[in-house]
Every structure is written in C-alpha cells, then in structure tokens.
C-alpha cells in the first residue's frame, strides 16, 4: 500500500495559477499509473487528469485540456498537477490516485487504489 499526501492548495483569483503536489511514502511510485480527481460541493468525484507510470501517456479531463499539466518527478516520489488560468468553476477538493503496475492510463475513480486526504482549491471571481 501506498500512502499520498497532496498539497498546494489554497485561494486564488480567476486566471491565477497553482501547483498542487502528491507526495507517496510506502512504496515508490515509479511502478503506478497516477490521477488527480476532484469534487466539489454537492457534486461527484470527477476525473481531471491521468499518467501512465512511465509517463509517455497522458489524459485530461476536457474541461481542463490545454491548461493543466499533469507529471511526475520519481526521483521526488511526487505527482504534480500544474493548474493555469483557474476559473470559479475548478473550485473543488482535488484529490490524488495511484494503481500499481500499469501502462495504461485510467479516468475512472474506482480503477485507483490509493488515495490521499484532498487538498482544497479554491478560485475567487
């Protein structure tokens, strides 16, 4: 088993930028395919972003295509998840995934295992 931690959430305005970080101990990530999910009040645990573990593979949500970037530093045992021009509507507690041993990238929540606490991200209008 795995343990995450995420952090790097805060309040930020609209067309603002943040960088959350999931930090693993327990076992190195180098062999997981990695996610981040969010959820905001009253709503579902949605997909936003997906690596494979050797990182030549990526998913995005659409309503983030084109200005989150998902990545890993192994060395770190860190997953990333760069976040530009937030708006209102990215406000939410996202959430990091890991499954062991895969190439493939996954967008649904219950293909992970391993989860961390949530961070909350908050973007002001």
């Known amino acids: 088993q795995v343990q995450l931690v995420e952090s790097g959430g805060g309040l930020v305005q609209t067309g603002g930028s943040l960088r959350l970080s999931c930090a693993a101990s327990?076992?190195?990530?180098?062999?997981?395919?990695l996610g981040w999910f969010r959820q905001a009040p009253g709503k579902e645990r949605e997909f936003v972003a997906a690596?494979?573990?050797?990182?030549?593979?990526?998913r995005y949500a659409d309503s983030v295509k084109g200005r989150f970037t998902i990545s890993r530093d192994n060395a770190k045992n860190t997953v990333y998840l760069q976040m530009n021009s937030l708006e209102p509507e990215d406000t939410a507690v996202y959430y990091c995934?890991?499954?062991?041993?895969?190439?493939?990238?996954?967008?649904?929540?219950?293909?992970?295992?391993?989860w961390g606490q949530g961070t909350q991200v908050t973007v002001s209008s």
């Open positions: 995934a890991a499954r062991a041993g895969s190439s493939y990238t996954y967008f649904t929540a219950r293909s992970y295992d391993n």
């Open positions: 690596l494979n573990w050797s990182g030549t593979s990526t």
């Open positions: 327990g076992r190195t990530l180098r062999n997981y395919s």
